[in-house]
């Protein structure tokens, strides 16, 4: 029964000292508590949008659009975040979302129907407007031009 009261008696204890290093932890850390102490990732609202054409500058319809994270070197990756749209009629596309405000965005498009080689670019993203973790808002354009795929030589 005693070893039972002085158990609960030091965990109170402890818990206690926890609490107070815990407080004044986080209240160092900004030099006085004037700013939240936050945990997170930086995130933001970023919108690309463009146009897609052949050779000839006619707009292409139903081309088909990737829009993923890039490093800094331009490779695409993080393909599990990637938004995937199509052209409309006049071979324009547009992709809105929230997410992580990685600086860089890959622009892939290709073609479905496979009359066109696929094409890609790199979108520098400059968000503005935002506090603490949000990073605000980013608005980019990427036009692309396709080339035809040659067609198969017979001999």
Not at 9 to 30: E, K, M, P, R, W
Not at 120 to 143: C, I, M, R
Request: with cysteine; glycine share 10%.
């Amino acid at each position: 029964m005693i070893k039972q009261t002085i158990k609960k008696q030091f965990n109170l204890l402890l818990s206690a000292v926890l609490a107070l290093l815990g407080f004044s932890a986080c209240d160092s850390i900004t030099g006085g508590g004037d700013e939240p102490v936050m945990y997170g990732t930086p995130y933001g609202d970023y919108e690309i949008s463009g146009l897609v054409t052949d050779e000839a500058s006619t707009p292409l319809s139903n081309m088909r659009v990737i829009v993923s994270s890039a490093d800094s070197k331009g490779v695409g990756y993080r393909h599990y975040d990637a938004d995937t749209v199509y052209t409309d009629e006049q071979g324009h596309y547009m992709v809105k979302n929230e997410g992580h405000s990685f600086s860089n965005r890959q622009v892939y498009c290709e073609d479905p129907a496979g009359v066109y080689e696929a094409d890609s670019t790199v979108v520098k993203l400059d968000y503005k407007g935002g506090s603490g973790w949000y990073q605000g808002e980013a608005v980019a354009t990427a036009d692309l031009k396709l080339k035809k795929k040659a067609e198969p030589s017979e001999e």
